[in-house]
């Protein structure tokens, strides 16, 4: 028996291989592509021909902006809805359920699919046009159901024991809130605007049809921009001689979202799982 | 009829010489002496934290696959040293049961072939020795007719009987019991008792239990544990007469007496 | 500490804040469903059963799409057959084998690339896997290609769940197991695979929808010619890719065609999210151990 399972502590090395390995040659193989193009200049330099000589910098102020609205949107919303899921709902009543399966499904729903209401609601009927505000606005739905999970965690996370005292003292609802809950799980709150950032930054279909493909700065939220995600798909498949500098994109890309990922392990002291369905 | 792997010879004595369990630089138990004799069933007492769970697991090697643990001393089987054993040997002669049943969310049956199966009984012969360890353990009649059925599906003592059945259908010789009777209700309690008084002779047991009255009912020989300093040891080993009646430790005297722990 | 003795009012307001963001997030979702059926309603009820021919000619008024969501799923379906057995084989070895010297890493490996951008599992998939395949069976860009990225961007999270389930099961179980002496290897096969299945099967249907829904990574390798594919090395065009390669210059019909696709990429990961959930609630309820 011992045999047995000396023999599979062996053999499990080749999944092991079979996932390491290619990861390591992707990161390897981007890395050779587009090391040469990384320098302060790239990331503060403007895009030239079409994005084939210059750098990002147009377009990292466009990411900033369309993360900044989706933020500025997904925030406050998804808290409300998270507060409102640790304050009025009992967690496994019917009304959670539901409010659960929506999330779910929000949280399950195609990207393109987002990107086609964005268009068509954004864009079309509010009239915003290929916008930073169109792009931010699809975002923001997108991000939304991360962000109540982690607030809701966060917060149901504060001890019943608090609850129980400030029902003891008479607080009121808001003070209550305000004074104790959200200090108490601030924490995991950032954790969960952390993730959501992260989580934007990696998405691109959404923005295709919402926020465009614009090179220049935008000078305002209703300007068209494109997003760092957006130019490295136009670098590749648009755009001939374009794949060194959407290697090197990618790699600033990249080097965002490894910062993020160590910043919430930080916060949190353990490993983070992104996206794993509730 | 039915094949046996059971060897009808007397079960092995049972000796702790100077065990001792370290986890790191915390000393759970140390200098741990006691011998059960052939067949008999000696209750391991005490209050909680003195080490009687470590000893027990120190003596089938649970205790060493935990990390940054070290056991000390001798254990012997009747006279063989079981340091030369292997575990899995060691583990067939030495069988082992916990305090809150936990049975696999298996079959019935399935619980009890799944292990001789692993231990390389051949197939034919599974069956038989399956329905010997129900009869042991009483629960034959009970189950009979349910043997495809989700174990999960059993009351508590039912499980637990379970259990001791699974660990006694791979025949060991000795049979360390760590409070099989504290998660359940006290007429399960009862049965279960019952269950193991009636091992008694064919193995050798070693219980710990909280339990001083139910020590009283079932046991042989008494050891009494305490914890002295940072570490527990063993204060007093011998008869349950002597034990109860006439203690030859004050601590025994204050503990069985109800006055401490 | 001062005690904040707002009036009722401000409570009031707080819960009706509450109750409008939870709305909100509910009517995200029927906005977009509503906005979907609205915008292909009338195309549906005139000739709805069109979309399932074969021929996509949107200049001819042919809005044929049976090719594209045969492409999107054997594209789904061949990643998840690659990278399902790996994830949960490696997920159990981890666990149960693995020093945590090794264990550790790995996660925070796999982690990461649970984090990676589609874009960026495309850019490789175009700038190496499409050349390499390309030696051996031309064109290179093909469902093949578009299988083995999808299966590296499935394959972290089908491990984290499949670490999880495992992770979830009594430890009283192995245990019992250890004093026994049983093998880990029957152990995992008897005991704790069988038992962790409802929700291990219910992250890799997750998943299974992930695929289906991706877009980037498959429009950059899959080549994106619109046919039936007699072989792994042909080029196929997913739903999605459709979408986000055509939507550009879309007009009329074709534009409405393109969401019904979105439509009917909605339903089927509903469908695939009630069947998640159908798993993971017969799991909850599975392990009635230690009763009474």
Redesign the interface.
């Known amino acids: 028996m011992h045999r047995r399972d000396r023999w599979i502590a062996v053999a499990g090395v080749v999944p092991w291989l079979l996932v390491v390995v290619p990861l390591v040659m992707m990161l390897g193989a981007l890395w050779q592509q587009g090391y040469q193009g990384l320098s302060l200049a790239f990331l503060l330099e403007d895009p030239r021909a079409a994005g084939r000589a210059g750098g990002i910098a147009s377009l990292l102020l466009s990411t900033g902006w369309i993360l900044a609205v989706c933020l500025a949107v997904a925030v406050p919303v998804g808290l409300g809805c998270a507060l409102y899921l640790s304050e009025e709902v009992p967690p496994g009543s019917p009304a959670a359920r539901r409010l659960g399966f929506v999330l779910d499904l929000l949280a399950a729903t195609p990207s393109v699919v987002f990107g086609l209401f964005g268009y068509q609601f954004f864009a079309i009927t509010l009239g915003l046009g290929f916008s930073i505000l169109s792009g931010g606005l699809a975002l923001s739905l997108m991000v939304l159901p991360l962000m109540i999970r982690s607030a809701e965690q966060a917060l149901r996370g504060v001890p019943g024991s608090y609850r129980r005292a400030a029902r003891a003292l008479a607080l009121s609802r808001w003070g209550w809130v305000r004074r104790v809950l959200l200090p108490g799980a601030a924490s995991g709150i950032a954790v969960g605007v952390i993730l959501s950032v992260g989580r934007a930054l990696a998405e691109t279909a959404v923005l295709l049809f919402t926020a465009g493909y614009v090179l220049r700065r935008p000078d305002s939220v209703f300007d068209s921009g494109r997003a760092l995600s957006v130019h490295i798909y136009d670098l590749a498949m648009n755009v001939p001689g374009g794949t060194a500098r959407a290697a090197t994109t990618a790699l600033v890309l990249m080097a965002v979202l490894i910062a993020i990922n160590l910043l919430i392990r930080r916060a949190l002291r353990r490993p983070v799982l992104a996206g794993v369905p509730r | 009829m039915t094949v046996s792997l059971v060897d009808a010879r007397r079960p092995p004595s049972l000796t702790l010489d100077g065990v001792s369990v370290h986890y790191g630089a915390q000393v759970a138990i140390q200098g741990a002496s006691l011998t059960v004799a052939s067949g008999e069933l000696m209750a391991l007492v005490g209050p909680s934290g003195c080490g009687k769970t470590s000893l027990l697991c120190a003596i089938n090697r649970m205790a060493d696959e935990q990390p940054g643990c070290r056991v000390g001393g001798t254990v012997r089987l009747g006279d063989d040293d079981v340091a030369g054993l292997g575990v899995t040997a060691l583990r067939r002669q030495v069988g082992m049961v916990f305090q809150q049943p936990n049975p696999f969310p298996l079959s019935v049956i399935d619980n009890l072939r799944f292990p001789l199966s692993e231990h390389g009984v051949p197939r034919r012969q599974r069956d038989a020795l399956a329905e010997r360890a129900l009869r042991d353990v009483g629960l034959w009649d009970e189950v009979k007719d349910r043997l495809g059925q989700s174990a999960l599906a059993l009351s508590g003592g039912q499980q637990q009987r379970l259990c001791i059945a699974r660990a006694l259908v791979l025949a060991p010789r000795v049979l360390l019991l760590d409070e099989p009777c504290s998660a359940l209700d006290p007429v399960s309690s009862r049965v279960v008792e019952d269950m193991i008084a009636s091992l008694k002779g064919r193995y050798t047991l070693l219980m710990v239990t909280h339990n001083l009255a139910q020590a009283r009912r079932l046991a042989d020989t008494v050891t009494v544990c305490w914890v002295e300093g940072e570490c527990g040891c063993v204060v007093e080993s011998n008869t349950c007469e002597q034990v109860f009646k006439a203690p030859a430790h004050p601590i025994t005297a204050a503990y069985c007496g109800g006055e401490v722990g | 500490?001062s005690?904040?003795?707002?009036?009722?009012l401000?409570?009031r307001?707080?819960?009706y804040?509450?109750?409008?963001?939870?709305f909100?997030?509910?009517l995200?979702?029927g906005?977009?469903v509503a906005?979907?059926l609205w915008?292909t309603l009338p195309f549906l009820l005139e000739s709805g059963s069109a979309i399932f021919a074969s021929g996509w000619h949107p200049r001819a008024g042919e809005y044929g799409m049976a090719a594209m969501i045969a492409g999107s799923l054997l594209v789904s379906l061949l990643a998840l057959a690659l990278a399902a057995p790996?994830a949960i084989?490696?997920a159990a070895?981890?666990r149960f084998?693995?020093p945590a010297a090794?264990r550790r890493p790995?996660?925070?490996?796999?982690?990461?690339?649970?984090?990676?951008?589609?874009?960026?599992?495309?850019?490789?998939g175009?700038?190496?896997l499409v050349p390499w395949i390309n030696q051996w069976a031309p064109p290179g860009a093909s469902w093949l290609a578009g299988s083995l990225v999808l299966a590296?961007m499935v394959?972290p999270?089908a491990?984290?769940?499949t670490d999880?389930a495992l992770g979830q099961l009594?430890a009283?179980?192995w245990?019992?197991g250890?004093?026994?002496?049983?093998?880990?290897?029957?152990m995992l096969r008897?005991?704790l695979l069988?038992?962790a299945a409802p929700s291990i099967l219910?992250?890799v249907v997750?998943q299974f929808?992930?695929a289906?829904?991706?877009?980037?990574a498959v429009?950059?390798v899959c080549g994106n010619v619109v046919q039936w594919p007699h072989s792994v090395f042909d080029p196929v065009r997913t739903l999605?890719a459709n979408?986000?390669l055509e939507?550009?210059y879309a007009t009329g019909d074709h534009r409405v065609a393109?969401?019904v696709s979105?439509l009917l990429?909605?339903a089927v990961?509903?469908l695939?999210?009630a069947v998640?959930?159908r798993l993971?609630a017969s799991a909850a309820g599975?392990?009635?151990?230690?009763?009474?």
């Not at chain 3, 804040?17 to 939870?22: G, H, N, Q």
């Open positions: 500490m005690i904040t003795l707002s009036p009722p401000a409570d307001c707080l819960r804040l509450l109750r409008a963001s939870a909100l997030a509910a995200a979702l906005g977009i906005v979907l915008r790996v084989a490696l070895w981890l084998y693995a090794i790995t996660l925070m490996l796999v982690e990461l690339m649970a984090g990676i951008p589609s874009v960026v599992y495309g850019l490789w175009l700038l190496v590296l394959l999270l491990l984290l769940v999880t009594p009283a179980w245990r019992a250890h004093a026994m002496s049983l093998s880990r290897l029957g008897r005991v069988p038992a219910s992250g997750l929808g992930r289906l829904g991706e877009t980037m429009l950059m999605t979408i986000a939507m550009a393109l969401f979105g990429l909605m990961t509903a695939l999210l998640a959930w993971r599975g392990h009635a151990y230690a009763s009474s």
